[in-house]
């Protein structure tokens, strides 16, 4: 005879059961709101930006390429962040946005100023012995000069700098033209702005301005993918070196992403080798044959300047 098996009555929960249900239930409410103000994506993010001192197409080639080399490299997310001008790089930085920018001299010095404990991480091999130099159009009749006192073959001229905050298109030229005695009173009109380094070949070139001045790296690579007329605009001055462009990280970066995360990013620049063809290519884009360690000592002459000229106060 089959013995009939019943399924047993659910048991009915006690009010005390429900209650710590309910209450275990809104902890786990309240953890998940937690992570999703600070979600694991972003800890775990390298946000690295650059002063937009080129076409912006050229440098989110640059930088696509540089993002997907240090993910692989450091084992973390790395998203470029393009910002608008240079004071929204220095800005961003400051305010955390931004984790591993590459800054210009003077951009650089300025974001160490605002945000303490940034670290000076790379620099490339040419920005130990930067130049600017200044063009001319070729029919303003300008003739090319050996030294910086010989500047003043440009005051009562057109002239353009590139972006108020370039260390190689502002700064450094500013401090040469006044040792040939050349300020901005000096020019025919008040001194341009270009905002890139591009512009100011342009510029120059189509005779909107007689002269003005821009990065010897930037000018280099124009003749050599030929997008410089060299029959309208040539230059007239190569400036005396100086240190300038450099990454500078976060403090916080190693809080989010490691003990140890600056010297890594360093370890990861500076084994960039023109032996690897993909790593070759990097290289080629910054104008480079490799990258340096650097020291914050590397840009003192930068600030000192910087101060005397107004650019950095406090």
Not at 154 to 180: C, D, I, K, N, W
Not at 260 to 280: C, H, I, N, Q
Request: glycine content about 8%; hydrophobic content about 45%.
């Amino acid at each position: 005879m089959r013995t009939l098996r019943t399924r047993p009555r659910p048991r009915r929960l006690l009010p005390e059961a429900i209650l710590l249900a309910t209450l275990l239930l809104a902890a786990a409410c309240g953890s998940d709101d937690s992570a999703a103000d600070d979600p694991p994506s972003d800890r775990g993010t390298l946000r690295i930006g650059a002063i937009p001192d080129q076409d912006p197409e050229i440098l989110a080639r640059n930088f696509g390429l540089v993002a997907d080399y240090l993910s692989a490299a450091l084992d973390v997310d790395v998203e470029f962040v393009p910002v608008v001008d240079y004071p929204a790089a220095v800005t961003l930085f400051s305010a955390g946005d931004l984790d591993l920018v590459w800054f210009g001299g003077l951009t650089g010095v300025q974001a160490r100023l605002e945000t303490p404990g940034a670290e000076v991480i790379a620099e490339r091999d040419i920005d130990q012995t930067f130049r600017s130099v200044f063009i001319a159009n070729a029919a303003s009749g300008i003739e090319p000069v050996d030294d910086v006192e010989a500047l003043d073959v440009v005051a009562g001229r057109r002239f353009t700098f590139g972006s108020e905050s370039s260390t190689s298109g502002r700064l450094m030229p500013q401090y040469f033209l006044a040792q040939a005695g050349v300020t901005d009173e000096s020019f025919a009109g008040a001194p341009g702005f270009s905002g890139s380094h591009d512009k100011t070949i342009e510029l120059v070139e189509a005779g909107t301005f007689e002269a003005g001045v821009l990065n010897e790296q930037v000018w280099l690579a124009r003749l050599e993918d030929g997008s410089v007329d060299e029959a309208k605009v040539e230059v007239i001055f190569q400036s005396p070196t100086y240190h300038d462009y450099h990454w500078i990280l976060q403090p916080d970066a190693a809080a989010r992403l490691g003990d140890g995360f600056a010297d890594k990013v360093r370890r990861a620049l500076t084994e960039l080798s023109t032996d690897d063809p993909e790593e070759a290519a990097i290289l080629e884009l910054f104008g480079a044959e490799a990258f340096v360690p650097a020291s914050p000592d590397n840009y003192t002459e930068i600030e000192q300047i910087g101060r005397d000229l107004g650019l950095i106060t406090g």
